[in-house]
Structures are given as C-alpha cells and as structure tokens.
C-alpha cells in the first residue's frame, strides 16, 4: 500500500500512500515505521514540525543542518502546493551540487523523502499552503545551515522571480553554493 520511488537523484524519493475514499471523505495512513523500514526507508522520525506559509511564492530554503544534527526530512503538505527542491551537498557524490523538484500538494498523497546531506526548501504555489514535515533527529539552531535559494550556479528554476519572492531575513542572507564551506564529506 506504501509505493516508493527514486527520483532523478536516486537517495531522493517520492513515497505515495493509498487513499481510501467513500462518502464522508477519505482516509490515508501517511506514515507507519514498518511498511517504510520494509521499503528501504528505516529512519527514526523524532520530530514534526509543520509551517503555513500566507502568500504565494512564499520561499523557505534552502536549509539544513550540520552533523552530528544532520536530518533527513520527510515532507508532505495538508493544505495547498508547493515546488519542493533539494540540493546535494554530499561532497563525494556524483550529483554533488545537482538538485531535483517535485510538486507536493495536499491532494496528491505524495511525501518527499529528503535524506541527510541536502540542502532543502520549497516555494508555496497557493495561499495558505500548510507544510507539514518529520525528521530524524532534533533541531539544533548550532548546526543549522543553508544555501541562498536563487544562487544561478544552482540553476533552480522557481516559479517565482527573485524580487517577488517573499524571505525571511535569515533565507536573503544565505551564503551562494560557491561560498559555502563543505559540509558533508
């Protein structure tokens, strides 16, 4: 009932839960430790955290968080879209640097796997989008970290352009992928 698929990054995964739908509405069991374990997805989720974003083009990311804090992410969204991104900052990997998108929204069923060592950050396509995301280890604002989300060399292709997008103080200031120090060897 759990389908899980690679995308073009493979260590990124698209998971889909079957929905059961009659005449009061549906039902969808999002998330159980076991039928994830037995796809290959064994993480400890430890956390959730969820966030709503007012406007659209509304930009969170790309963030992360250093090691020993380092989290993979499973995220999902309850109520309107997003452009989901992830960016592979695993220095040794062949798709360092590289990224993948998807579009999550709240009637789809679809949960972005983000594993350790990703940049990670979505832009809202809909007002009052709500996102809602576990990770596997504990927030740590010590080891958190990020890329600027419009950084050209990362060639990003957001629905939103940069001088529309709304950011926190902390997403404009983020250093550019050239500038950031290597963080997962």
Avoid at 134 to 156: F, Q
């Amino acid at each position: 009932m759990l389908e899980v698929r690679s995308l073009a990054i493979p260590d990124v995964k698209l998971v889909r839960s079957k929905r059961f739908s009659d005449t009061r509405g549906y039902f969808c069991e999002t998330f159980r430790r076991s039928d994830f374990a037995e796809k290959g997805i064994p993480h400890d989720f430890i956390q959730d955290n969820q966030s709503c974003s007012e406007r659209v083009g509304t930009v969170r990311g790309l963030h992360f968080q250093r090691p020993p804090f380092a989290q993979a992410k499973l995220v999902r969204v309850l109520r309107g879209a997003i452009l989901d991104v992830v960016v592979d900052l695993r220095r040794r990997s062949p798709t360092f640097g590289k990224h993948v998108s998807v579009k999550l929204d709240s009637g789809n069923d679809e949960q972005l796997l983000v594993p350790k060592g990703f940049a990670h950050g979505f832009c809202t396509l809909e007002p009052q989008t709500t996102v809602f995301y576990k990770v596997d280890e504990v927030y740590s604002p010590d080891h958190d970290g990020g890329v600027y989300w419009a950084d050209p060399e990362l060639a990003i292709e957001w629905p939103v352009k940069a001088s529309a997008a709304q950011l926190s103080p902390k997403d404009r200031a983020l250093p550019t992928f050239d500038q950031l120090a290597s963080v997962f060897e």
